[in-house]
């Protein structure tokens, strides 16, 4: 894939799994696409997968919380993509072939940004990206070096809604976050 243009032609055209037959929009991802951070949630819900942008629903409303407190906003300065573009009926987990036949976005989503840095939201990313024995309630805001990339994984937003007493936790993450892209990116803070 050589451009953005290409990509989000092909991807909004995609049938590599089912999914396809049961959403509306193709959610391919949201935010400044020159960005050094990228973010990397699970999959549309329903709010997503009608406007067609990840995290527009009450975890994304979350999500653009945290993001201010460390001076993100998710037009300005970081990507916000998922591991699946389309939503899961009911909002179940995407099973391993729907993310199989999805990688393949994702990896061109890296490669058009070339990240300096790669936050996972939550369980699903996390394991996708970071490996099959990640735990996230202890592994949450450790570093791994992902093919030369700087990867960590916070709390979902919705998992945070869910269990508030985690909130202290992803603060702390957060502000590593903050330091690691002070000291690492150039154009994000
Ligand atoms: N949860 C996700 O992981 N991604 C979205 O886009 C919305 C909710």
Redesign the pocket.
């Known amino acids: 894939m050589d451009n953005w243009e290409e990509l989000e032609s092909a991807c909004k055209e995609c049938k590599k799994c089912a999914l396809n037959e049961t959403r509306t929009n193709v959610?391919i991802g949201v935010g400044n696409r020159d960005s050094e951070v990228l973010f990397i949630?699970?999959?549309?819900?329903e709010s997503?997968d009608l406007k067609g942008e990840?995290?527009v629903?009450r975890?994304?409303k979350l999500l653009d919380d945290m993001l201010q407190i460390i001076g993100l906003d998710r037009n300005r300065n970081i990507y916000i993509a998922?591991i699946v573009k389309c939503r899961p009926p009911k909002n179940r987990d995407p099973s391993n072939e729907e993310r199989e036949a999805c990688s393949g976005w994702l990896n061109a989503q890296y490669a058009l940004i070339s990240p300096k840095i790669v936050v996972c939201?939550?369980r699903i990313a996390a394991e996708a990206i970071i490996g099959a024995g990640f735990k996230i309630t202890r592994d949450h805001g450790k570093w791994h070096d992902i093919n030369g990339v700087k990867t960590m994984a916070l709390f979902?937003p919705?998992a945070l809604l869910r269990d508030p007493n985690r909130r202290p936790e992803t603060f702390v993450d957060l502000k590593e976050l903050e330091r690691v892209i002070k000291s690492e990116c150039t154009r994000t803070l």
């Open positions: 959610v949630g699970e999959g549309p819900g997503e990840p995290f629903g975890a994304g998922n939201l939550g979902h919705a």
